[in-house]
């Protein structure tokens, strides 16, 4: 089964990657995304680690047409 991200999740997640690269990801912000990634995963019935893996995967190393 394919997973499906939220335009909210990605939204998260890119926050997070940004504060992480400048060396300023805040508790909050990675509080936050852990939060989205599992009530999403429960709500679609998919393994919560596989759902922040396809977002990890989707935000730091975008496919050429995303």
């Known amino acids: 089964m394919a997973i499906e991200l939220t335009d909210e999740l990605i939204k998260l997640e890119e926050r997070a990657w940004q504060e992480q690269q400048a060396g300023a990801l805040t508790v909050d912000t990675a509080v936050a995304v852990q939060a989205a990634i599992t009530v999403h995963a429960e709500a679609a019935g998919q393994n919560r ?11 730091r190393h975008p496919a050429p047409d995303e």
């Not at 680690?49 to 989707?58: C, D, P, S, T, W």
């Open 49 to 59: 680690y596989e759902v922040e893996q396809a977002l990890k995967r989707r935000v």
